[in-house]
């Protein structure tokens, strides 16, 4: 059940410090990653990685992709259902991954059969043992969230996020091009506090404050680069699925080539940073404060737009790889306290299943 809490939805994002703890139980070891069930060296004539997945489970994967190709790997990540349209060329050193929670959604399964079927070697990362997809790849990885019953995918994200970062290590490790990243020791053991540094944010988290405050605004616009263009985008799709606001999320840099002519007052824009490559962040969001939008800066606390900004969702200090997943939870709680104070049916939105069975 819920337990102490109104919704599944809130109870998810709690359970965070736990789920993570146990995807990343036992997968690092004298600064190496290990995944059960994988030898290493297994990745070691992998070429290309595609990502394939939808929704959420496409932000996790774009995540993991940013990190992979940090390495020297060529990766391409593609809406599963885009992939026949969009995909590179596929042969056996290509490793098509799944990123699929339910490992059910229709277009997921069609695009690794697709991939399967050009020669790739498949892998499903995915939450369900036993689901289609973990049963239909050559090999799978569980991101060990446990269920999650609210149609908003929260602590699954994170888990995916976690699980892909620590993949791309390994396939790192693996294959003989790759260059591994040159700070990987300390993000490691960043990844162990990743957990606390999370309890620590659903402990002094503003985000039911800040709701409020930006309740009934016109539109809520999320921006990031690099890895936070990723959180960006999985901000704005939580907070428009649960609070049928209109959300966006973009690429800082976008903002100027259009969007540009929706910021007003009306428009608050939450600014997500992790602590590298954030500077188009920063202008692109002071260039949305002079049109008179309400810039809410959501990061770490040592950076410069912490001093520009109207508004805060603070995060620990961690390395820059994990900073974007505890942005991210701060805006799981927006998302759920404006959801809250709308009064919508959070766990439950109109016209959502929590799997996607059909194309
Ligand atoms: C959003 C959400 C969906 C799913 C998407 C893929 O909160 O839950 O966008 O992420 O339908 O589902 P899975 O991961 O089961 O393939």
């Known amino acids: 059940g819920k337990g102490e809490y109104d919704h599944y939805m ?21 600064g190496d990653v290990a995944f059960e069930d994988l030898a290493a060296g297994s990745f070691e004539d992998i070429e290309t990685v595609q990502f394939v997945a939808c929704g959420t489970s496409y932000h996790a994967a774009m995540y993991g992709a940013q990190l992979l190709r940090a390495t020297g790997v060529r990766t391409e990540v593609l809406r599963a259902s885009e992939y026949e349209s969009m995909t590179g060329p596929v042969d056996e050193a290509t490793l098509a991954v799944a990123v699929t929670q339910s490992g059910e959604t229709a277009d997921t399964l069609d695009a690794v059969r697709e991939a399967a079927d050009r020669g790739a070697r498949t892998l499903a990362v995915t939450n369900v043992v ?23 995918a929260t602590k699954t994200f994170s888990s995916q996020a976690v699980t892909l970062a620590l993949l791309t290590q390994r396939i790192a490790a693996d294959v003989p091009s790759a260059t591994p990243v040159e700070d990987r020791a300390t993000m490691l053991e960043e990844l ?37 263009h990723s959180v960006a985008l999985e901000g704005a799709l939580k907070f428009k699925e649960i609070t049928y606001e209109h959300a966006e999320g973009f690429a800082a840099g976008q903002l100027k080539h259009g969007p540009l002519a929706l910021v007003t007052d009306e428009t608050p824009v939450f600014s997500i940073y992790t602590g590298i490559g954030d500077e188009k962040t920063r202008t692109n969001a002071i260039e949305a404060q002079s049109r008179g939008a309400p810039i809410v800066a959501v990061g770490p606390d ?58």
């Open 192 to 228: 162990q506090r990743l957990p606390e540094h999370v309890e620590s944010v659903l402990e002094t988290t503003d985000a039911d404050d800040l709701a409020r405050e930006t309740l009934d605004s016109e539109s809520y616009f999320f921006i990031g680069n690099g890895l936070s």
């Open 10 to 30: 809130l109870k998810e994002i709690h359970n965070q410090p736990t789920s993570l703890s146990n995807t990343i139980e036992g997968r690092i070891e004298d």
């Open 302 to 359: 040592d950076h410069p737009l912490v001093e520009v900004a109207d508004a805060r969702l603070a995060v620990p200090d961690t390395h820059p790889v994990w900073a974007g997943l505890l942005a991210n939870v701060q805006l799981q709680l927006l998302s759920y306290h404006a959801a809250k104070q709308l009064d919508r049916p959070i766990d439950k939105p109109r016209n959502l299943a929590k799997s996607v069975t059909v194309e």
């Open 130 to 152: 036993g689901s289609t997809a973990a049963r239909e790849a050559d090999d799978a990885i569980y991101i060990r969230a446990g269920p999650e019953v609210g149609v908003a």
